[in-house]
């Protein structure tokens, strides 16, 4: 059973950072994608944040555009979200999402980030 390990997450003051970092355990090879998405109002679908395919092609929600970048580790194998200039409105559960060229899907169990003064 693969299960997605998060970590980063915490509570910051607007205009500050954190960084999100997400890694299959145990290890798999065959990672078409992976990326964060996050669901601000109950009951709306988990909505893009950032995600990064295993050929480097980014993508980005609208909101977090030239604030946030996604990367991998030369091995492929950990993924990170650097947040920069974060603001009120980013405060919401982080869920790590994982697409494998198998066509599995795999969820982490989210982080909290918030953003508050």
């Known amino acids: 059973q693969v299960k997605l390990v998060e970590s980063g997450g915490g509570s910051v003051q607007p205009g500050e950072s954190l960084r999100l970092s997400c890694a299959p355990s145990?290890?798999?090879?065959?990672?078409?994608?992976m990326g964060w998405y996050r669901r601000q109002d109950p009951g709306d679908a988990r909505a893009l944040v950032a995600?990064?395919?295993?050929?480097?092609?980014?993508e980005f929600g609208e909101s977090v555009k030239g604030r946030f970048t996604i990367s991998m580790d030369n091995a492929g194998l950990t993924m990170h979200l650097q947040m920069n200039n974060l603001e009120p409105e980013d405060t919401d559960v982080y869920y790590c999402?994982?697409?494998?060229?198998?066509?599995?899907?795999?969820w982490g169990q989210g982080t909290q980030v918030t953003v508050s003064s």
């Open positions: 145990p290890k798999i090879f065959n990672i078409y994608s």
């Open positions: 995600r990064i395919t295993n050929t480097g092609k980014v």
């Open positions: 999402r994982l697409n494998a060229l198998d066509l599995k899907e795999y």
